[in-house]
């Protein structure tokens, strides 16, 4: 086991019993150049997804405890999202990590969000097959209890603060538009573009429409922001 893997230990909070799943975890699909009979991490990842959206839903309705669905939703969404992920997954050091073939890390792979994001959810299934749920858990805590801790009921919403904003320096109203959709059924990735008077188009990606809305609209509020 690397120095950079049995980092990933320590930062985590949990040792494997099982190492093997910790290094599949941290495998991603171009190392060995693709050879199919190297075990990659998007099995682990598909699994990881829908345990990470339980242990969250569950820190939801477990703090949140007269909230309906509907303010519930993007709450649990901005724990899970491709940015709350890649922001723990640098938290972990996932990135030095990762196996990947030298073309990959040549352009950046190490550093690439949605790699990051994907390994983060691969180790959270590792910790579950390796541990069970409560191991699950505990590594939530430690990479997210922060974020949740600081959650309102009542979440920022950038497309609103947008809306706002542009409506008071009189910009007009944002216009959004699909540009792509693309990625498997169980993770499939949609980029928005946003256009607002006076300022260049923002792009803003997710895994779903209103999640890469969201980002586009952030993208501008920042364009707006340095601009003025």
């Not at 339980?54 to 649990?76: D, S, V, Y």
């Not at 950038?158 to 216009?175: C, F, I, N, R």
Request: proline share 4%; glycine share 8%; charged share 30%.
């Amino acid at each position: 086991m690397s120095v950079e893997v049995k980092r990933v230990q320590d930062n985590i909070g949990y040792h494997f019993n099982d190492p093997e799943l910790l290094t599949r975890a941290l495998t991603h699909s171009s190392f060995g150049d693709g050879n199919k009979q190297v075990r990659n991490y998007e099995r682990l990842e598909f699994l990881g997804d829908r345990v990470l959206g339980l242990i969250a839903a569950e820190a939801m309705f477990t703090k949140f405890k007269m909230a309906r669905e509907g303010r519930l939703a993007p709450l649990f969404n901005s724990l899970v999202d491709k940015n709350a992920c890649e922001r723990v997954a640098r938290q972990f050091e996932l990135g030095p990590a990762l196996r990947m073939s030298p073309s990959e890390e040549n352009v950046g792979g190490r550093n690439k969000a949605s790699i990051l994001a994907d390994a983060t959810e691969s180790v959270m299934a590792a910790v579950y097959l390796d541990g069970g749920l409560e191991a699950a858990r505990s590594v939530f805590e430690r990479g997210w209890g922060d974020a949740v801790a600081k959650l309102t009921e009542k979440p920022r919403n950038p497309k609103s603060d947008l809306q706002e904003l542009a409506a008071k320096k009189g910009y007009g109203v944002p216009h959004y538009d699909l540009l792509e959709q693309a990625g498997p059924d169980h993770r499939p990735i949609f980029v928005v573009r946003v256009e607002l008077n006076g300022f260049d188009p923002c792009e803003g990606q997710g895994g779903s429409k209103q999640e890469a809305q969201r980002e586009a609209a952030s993208a501008m509020l920042q364009r707006i922001n340095s601009h003025d």
